[in-house]
Nanobody, 125 residues
Framework: EQLVESGGGTVQAGGSLKLSCAASGFPFHDYAIGWFRQAPGKEREGISCISRNGGSTFYENAVLGRFTVFRNDAKNTAYLQMDSLNSDDTAKYYC???????????????????WGQGTPVTVSS
């Protein structure tokens, strides 16, 4: 079971990035995918989640309206489209997989069985 993030980098404020989370070794379509981030000196926080089979999605207020989570089960890949980036978005971004569904803010305390290694995002002002 493996998750590999990609797509991070450095972007100017107001710009966009699209992160990818490629999965292998488990039935991807049955798993919710969560996106988390950890900024320097801060705790890791959950920011977005998409349920199994492309069902419900959830966003924390900090990214609502700017980030979009989606998935392509045929490619075993989930994505996080990030627009209107600002300096507060600078962090290392991780995807995680857990069976089933997102459940709003409770998504962040549910079990996540697999984690990627993370991809760094830096937003310059």
């Amino acid at each position: 079971e493996q998750l590999v993030e990609s797509g991070g980098g450095t972007v100017q404020a107001g710009g966009s990035l699209k992160l990818s989370c490629a999965a292998s070794g488990f039935p991807f379509h049955d798993y919710a995918i969560g996106w988390f981030r950890q900024a320097p000196g801060k705790e890791r926080e959950g920011i977005s989640c998409i349920s199994r089979n492309g069902g419900s999605t959830f966003y924390e207020n900090a990214v609502l309206g700017r980030f979009t989570v989606f998935r392509n089960d045929a490619k075993n890949t989930a994505y996080l489209q990030m627009d209107s980036l600002n300096s507060d978005d600078t962090a290392k971004y991780y995807c995680a997989a857990g069976w089933g569904y997102c459940v709003g803010k409770d998504s962040w305390t549910r079990e996540w069985t697999d984690w990627g290694q993370g991809t760094p995002v830096t937003v310059s002002s």
